[in-house]
């Protein structure tokens, strides 16, 4: 099922506004906010950064006791205004009042998710990100613990992998997402991987497999 059919119990008029703004990362644009006037514009970029969801997806050897012991616990959505708010609280943030109000209308209508750990009932960190049929855009991540958002993109991609997606897509590289072996590709080839990600009909959900596999360090 398309996640953006999930949530029967949304206003007409918010699957409506929702289906307008999806259709833009359908065609390969993403949101972001203005850091100093505020404004919200569309962008994209000749240039992607995406995490591999294949045999080239690495993390660091440092977040492998936290994995053996099982320190957080994954979830998806269970506080998505908490890891919204995490992703937004910094001193220069791209994320204006006017786009939380979007990824909360999104989050609404079954399309905005948050991937989160947790460590007793404290959320520890988390992955903000948009899902439509097998692409996983990836808007944001924070922590509150030492490692949580970095467990989190390890069990995030696990759970991709299991669940058939087909693209991960980061938006722009930076040297913390070198660390896990993100890529570049450019927009051509882009589009292509959108346009058969988002016709695949995936599932977001955690399975009952367990944690990231033992040789993908």
Known sequence: MDQGLESKRAPAGDLAKAARIIDGYRQGYFLMADEEDGGLGWYTSRERALIPLDER??????????????????????????????????????????????????????????????????????????VIGGAFMGESMFYNIPEGSKVAMVELVNCLRQQGFVLFDAQMNNPHLERFGSFIIDESDYDKLLQRAIAQNCTFELSAQGQVDKDKS
């Open 57 to 130: 997806f690495r993390f660091p050897k440092s977040l492998r006791r936290s994995l053996n012991r099982k320190q957080f616990r994954p979830a998806i959505s269970e506080d998505f205004a908490g890891v919204l708010a995490g992703c937004s609280n910094r001193e220069s943030t791209w994320i204006s009042d006017e786009l939380k109000a979007v990824y909360l209308l999104l989050h609404r209508t079954g399309w905005a998710h948050s991937f989160e750990t947790w460590e007793g009932d404290r959320l520890a960190g988390g992955v903000l990100g948009i």
